[in-house]
């Protein structure tokens, strides 16, 4: 199993940018799938973003297409999410996870195994 460990979260106004990363440690990362979820006070956890083991394929929540973008490097076992175009209801504590299934991006929490601690983006209007 991997150990994940989220940063890059703060607070930035409406409209600009901020990139997560995703550092993994333990078992070989390049083989997991890997994916971005949030989750804004009184709701449930969302899918935001999945990317599989190689990169060459990915997923995105319909709220997010085309501001956010999933990438990875497998050489330093990290995961990003490029944030632009950010909006007040992009706030959420947002969360790294890993899937043992790494052939394509994975949209259920159920497909994945290991998560981050989660860091927080506010987004003032």
């Known amino acids: 199993q991997v150990q994940l460990v989220e940063s890059g979260g703060g607070l930035v106004q409406a409209g600009e940018s901020l990139r997560l990363s995703c550092a993994a440690s333990?078992?070989?990362?390049?083989?997991?799938?890997a994916g971005w979820f949030r989750q804004a006070p009184g709701k449930e956890r969302e899918f935001v973003a999945g990317?599989?083991?190689?990169?060459?394929?990915?997923d995105y929540a319909a709220s997010v297409k085309g501001r956010f973008t999933i990438s990875r490097d497998n050489d330093k076992s990290t995961v990003y999410l490029q944030m632009n175009s950010l909006k007040p209801e992009d706030t959420a504590v947002y969360y790294c996870?890993?899937?043992?299934?790494?052939?394509?991006?994975?949209?259920?929490?159920?497909?994945?195994?290991?998560w981050g601690q989660g860091t927080q983006v506010t987004v003032s209007s």
């Open positions: 996870a890993a899937a043992l299934m790494g052939l394509r991006p994975e949209v259920r929490e159920t497909e994945y195994a290991s």
């Open positions: 333990g078992e070989s990362f390049s083989t997991y799938g």
């Open positions: 990317i599989n083991w190689s990169g060459t394929s990915t």
